[in-house]
C-alpha cells in the first residue's frame, strides 16, 4: 500500500468516526472504536486529524470479522451481507455468541 493510500485511509476514517460521534452506540458499532477513543477524536480539529493521518504510518482501520464469518459473508446473497455482518459485530461486541 502506497503511503498516500493510507494517508487517505486513516483521514477518511478519522472524518468519519468524527461524524459519527453524535450518534451515540452506532459509532461504536460501525467505527470498532471504544467511546473514549470515539469521543477523543471527535474533539480533534481538522489541522489535528491531518497530522495524525499523516504521521501515524499504519493503517486505523482494521476488519473485524473472524476468517470463518468473511468467508461466510462472502458466500451470502448480496442483500443478506449487511445484515450478517452487522449481527456477528453486534454479537461478538457485547460477548454474546459469535457468528461464524
Do not use: C, H, W
Not at 6 to 20: A, D, G, P, S, V
Not at 23 to 38: C, F, K, N, Q, V
Not at 70 to 99: C, H, W
Request: hydrophobic share 40%; aromatic share 4%; charged share 25%.
Amino acid at each position: 500500500m502506497e503511503k498516500r493510500d493510507l494517508l487517505k485511509i486513516n483521514r477518511q476514517f478519522l472524518l468519519f468516526t468524527r461524524q459519527l460521534a453524535q450518534d451515540g452506540t452506532a459509532a461504536e458499532l460501525m467505527t470498532g472504536l471504544p467511546r473514549s477513543a470515539i469521543d477523543r477524536i471527535a474533539a480533534l480539529d481538522m489541522d489535528e486529524i491531518e497530522e495524525l493521518a499523516e504521521t501515524i504510518g499504519i493503517s486505523l482501520y482494521t476488519l473485524r470479522l473472524s476468517d470463518p464469518a468473511l468467508n461466510r459473508l462472502i458466500q451470502m446473497p448480496r442483500d443478506a451481507k449487511s445484515t450478517y455482518a452487522e449481527a456477528t459485530l453486534v454479537g461478538n461486541g457485547r460477548g454474546g455468541a459469535t457468528f461464524p
